[in-house]
T-cell receptor, first 112, second 112 residues
Framework: DGGITQSPKYLFRKEGQNVTLSCEQN?????MYWYRQDPGQGLRLIYY???????QKGDIAEGYSVSREKKESFPLTVTSAQKNPTAFYLC???????????FGPGTRLTVT | DQQVKQNSPSLSVQEGRISILNCDYT??????FLWYKKYPAEGPTFLIS?????DKNEDGRFTVFLNKSAKHLSLHIVPSQPGDSAVYFC???????????FGTGTRLTIIP
């Protein structure tokens, strides 16, 4: 059955290390998104991609990087430049020109 | 600058009664609005949406009302059930762009 997969569910890293979060979808959606959620805050957009090999910065892109080499995959790298990387990260996808986004289960990243 | 605001961080409602969740927005370019429901440690799931050409949309126990002049929308859940206990986010989009702006969420607790 179709859906969005994020792995792993929990991730622990030492400060100063880059870490890559995986996001895969088999919904044949064109657009994919990365959000970050912090306690008491809404979902803030990090990066989004509307087609393969193209992506745009969201509201809080500093310290993050993405790639979109395949339609199904949109990995997010949290670099050592990200000041507060500990958060719950959510990946989503949507059909072109459709607003409803479908979310993955999320990855909780803890950096110490 | 919070363009989508959910001013009530939490709400408690008795089972069987009506739950009303509110959302205000400041960007007059927003023309499509969505509600999402989120359980802890999971991704949000889409509930219901409304276009700015309508003022009401219904889907089963869920109804969304839009008041464009007041830049206000609300989600009514009736009757409320224990499984409705979750965090609810409203989101908005402008001008055909799939990019969504989310509110900070309201935690709804249904009391048996």
């Amino acid at each position: 059955d179709g859906g969005i997969t994020q792995s792993p569910k929990y991730l622990f890293r030492k400060e100063g290390q880059n870490v890559t979060l995986s996001c895969e979808q088999n919904l044949n959606h064109d657009a994919m998104y990365w959000y970050r959620q912090d306690p008491g805050q809404g979902l803030r957009l990090i990066y989004y991609s509307q087609i393969v090999n193209d992506f745009q910065k969201g509201d809080i892109a500093e310290g993050y990087s993405v790639s979109r080499e395949k339609k199904e995959s949109f990995p997010l790298t949290v670099t050592s430049a990200q000041k507060n990387p500990t958060a719950f990260y959510l990946c989503a996808s949507s059909r072109a020109a459709f607003y409803e986004q479908y979310f993955g289960p999320g990855t909780r990243l803890t950096v110490t | 600058d919070q363009q989508v605001k959910q001013n009530s961080p939490s709400l408690s409602v008795q089972e069987g009664r009506i739950s009303i969740l509110n959302c205000d927005y400041t960007n007059s370019m927003f023309d499509y609005f969505l509600w999402y429901k989120k359980y802890p440690a999971e991704g949000p799931t889409f509930l219901i949406s409304i276009s700015s050409i309508k003022d009401k949309n219904e889907d089963g126990r869920f109804t969304v009302f839009l008041n464009k002049s007041a830049k206000h929308l609300s989600l009514h859940i009736v009757p409320s059930q224990p499984g409705d206990s979750a965090v609810y986010f409203c989101a908005a989009s402008a001008g055909g762009n799939e990019k969504l702006t989310f509110g900070t969420g309201t935690r709804l607790t249904i009391i048996p």
